[in-house]
């Protein structure tokens, strides 16, 4: 009965490879989030969809790329993986993007890049 | 780019003390949101205030948003270790954009 859950939790991959991160909800909400937390526990958000519509793109290298194939599901792939890119990367929801409501997030998927 | 500040970054204290943690800005926010986050797990929404000035209790915790809606402030009272965790306001800003702040790591002993 996980309200955002992600996969994998963990991730472990060399430099230059592909990966995707997986993100499902079962709130019903319409906004999902993508945030990435650095070594300091910085939270920074990355992408945001509402109702599979792209509303908020920070400046993320291209090599990020969310997809969102419905309201409750929003997945990002990653090319050519960096050093850089190792962090932890939150997915998360709220019942709409306007207004004040909280947001419910996932356990995040620690990323290391090696 | 709009910058929340938290202060302090660290606290220990032990328990049975009162804190109170800072969160200040120089941008107006539409709303103030305050999360626990403890290892492992994603942040988890304690309180949302939306008025300038506006006070809200939670059992030992009591919020406060700014008259201004810049700055924010979270007490708590009589603090258990269980209060222990990464804690972090985060501002709505005017493109319905969630900012956290740099977060507050709070550690109560027995």
């Known amino acids: 009965d996980t309200a955002v859950s992600q996969t994998p939790k963990y991730l472990v991959t060399q430099m230059g490879n592909d990966k995707s991160i997986k993100c499902e909800q079962n709130?019903?909400?319409?906004?999902m989030y993508w945030y990435k937390q650095d070594s300091k526990k910085f939270l920074k958000i990355m992408f945001s969809?509402?109702?599979?519509?792209?509303?908020i793109n920070e400046t993320v290298p291209n090599r990020f790329s969310p997809k969102s194939p419905d309201k409750a599901h929003l997945n990002l792939h990653i090319n050519s993986l960096e050093l850089g890119d190792s962090a932890v990367y939150f997915c998360?929801?709220?019942?709409?993007?306007?207004?004040?409501?909280?947001?419910?997030f996932g356990s995040g998927t620690r990323l290391t890049v090696v | 780019t709009q910058l929340l500040e938290q202060s302090p970054q660290f606290l220990s204290i032990q328990e049975g003390e009162n804190l109170t943690v800072y969160c200040n800005s120089s941008?107006?926010?539409?709303?103030l949101q305050w999360y626990r986050q403890e290892p492992g797990e994603g942040p988890v929404l304690l309180v949302t205030?939306?008025?300038?000035?506006e006070v809200k209790k939670l059992k030992r915790l009591t919020f406060q948003f700014g008259d201004a809606r810049k700055d924010s402030s979270l007490h708590i009272t009589a603090a258990q270790p269980g209060d222990t965790g990464l804690y972090l306001c985060?501002?709505?800003?005017?493109?319905?954009?969630?900012?956290f702040g740099s977060g507050t790591r709070l550690l109560v002993r027995p």
């Open positions: 941008s107006v926010f539409s709303s």
């Open positions: 709130l019903g909400h319409d906004t």
């Open positions: 969809y509402n109702n599979k519509e792209l509303i």
């Open positions: 998360a929801s709220s019942p709409r993007i306007i207004l004040n409501y909280g947001y419910t």
């Open positions: 205030v939306v008025t300038g000035g």
């Open positions: 985060a501002g709505m800003d005017s493109s319905y954009k969630l900012i």
